[in-house]
């Protein structure tokens, strides 16, 4: 089992950043992908960004290339969402996701979720 708890939402103004974070434990963290996806209200869940397990690969959503960054730190188990330059279209519950090996931008081939933060931006 993999425990995910993602931290560092909250409310912003368009223009803005934030970064968020997701501390894992249970297992070994280095030995999976992960992934960032997103949930507005009444649409469906949708990728976001993901990273290898040794942080060499990355894969980003068109609509966040360019202004949103993954990153990990196996040291200390975590993956971070650096997003900037947020859009109003940017609000959404932000869940990390954890899988062995390879990187995915499929939400079913992920096998553990955490349970979201949420990211508003105001206009």
């Known amino acids: 089992q993999v425990q995910l708890v993602e931290s560092g939402g909250g409310l912003v103004q368009a223009g803005g950043s934030l970064r968020l974070s997701c501390a894992a434990s249970?297992?070994?963290?280095?030995?999976?992908?992960m992934g960032w996806f997103r949930q507005a209200p009444g649409k469906e869940r949708e990728f976001v960004a993901a990273?290898?397990?040794?942080?060499?690969?990355?894969a980003y959503a068109e609509s966040v290339k360019g202004r949103f960054t993954i990153s990990r730190d196996n040291a200390n188990n975590t993956v971070y969402l650096q997003t900037n330059s947020l859009e109003p279209e940017d609000t959404a519950v932000y869940s990390c996701?954890?899988?062995?090996?390879?990187?995915?931008?499929?939400?079913?081939?992920?096998?553990?979720w955490g349970q979201g933060t949420q990211v508003t931006v105001s206009s």
């Open positions: 990273i290898s397990f040794s942080g060499g690969s990355t």
């Open positions: 996701a954890a899988r062995l090996w390879g990187t995915s931008t499929r939400t079913n081939a992920y096998d553990y």
């Open positions: 249970g297992r070994t963290f280095s030995n999976y992908a």
